[in-house]
């Protein structure tokens, strides 16, 4: 399964930007999404996540309240809404498949990464 995430972009402190993930092929089990992003230097970190059905979602203390995950699975997309943008959320964006209809923050609840998407955000 390939992953691909589009919608970065470079933006001002303060804006919005919405990132989408699509995998290549529907998987043959009911998955939760995920996104992580990984800044320059910095280890890649848990962003949120949300489970297969879309009921339940989780994300980053850092990004509550500002960026909100959905899914739409008749598109078999996942986006990520980004608002209230700070430079801090520079970084390089992935979605991820979950290994089971629910996952968590770590990296090895996940078994699919996508490219990433750079996401800039200007002082």
């Known amino acids: 399964v390939q992953l691909q995430a589009f919608g970065g972009g470079l933006v001002q402190a303060g804006g919005s930007l919405r990132l989408s993930c699509a995998p290549s092929r529907r998987t043959s089990s009911n998955n939760a999404m995920g996104w992580f992003r990984q800044a320059p230097g910095k280890e890649r970190e848990f962003v949120a996540v949300?489970?297969?059905?879309?009921?339940?979602?989780y994300s980053a203390d850092s990004v509550k309240g500002r960026f909100t995950i959905s899914r739409d699975n008749v598109k078999n997309t996942v986006y990520l809404q980004m608002n209230s943008l700070k430079p801090e959320d520079t970084a390089v964006y992935y979605c991820?498949?979950?290994?089971?209809?629910?996952?968590?923050?770590?990296?090895?609840?996940?078994?699919?990464w996508g490219q990433g998407t750079q996401v800039t955000v200007s002082s």
């Open positions: 949300i489970s297969w059905r879309g009921g339940s979602t």
């Open positions: 991820a498949v979950g290994r089971k209809s629910y996952a968590g923050s770590s990296p090895a609840d996940y078994m699919y």
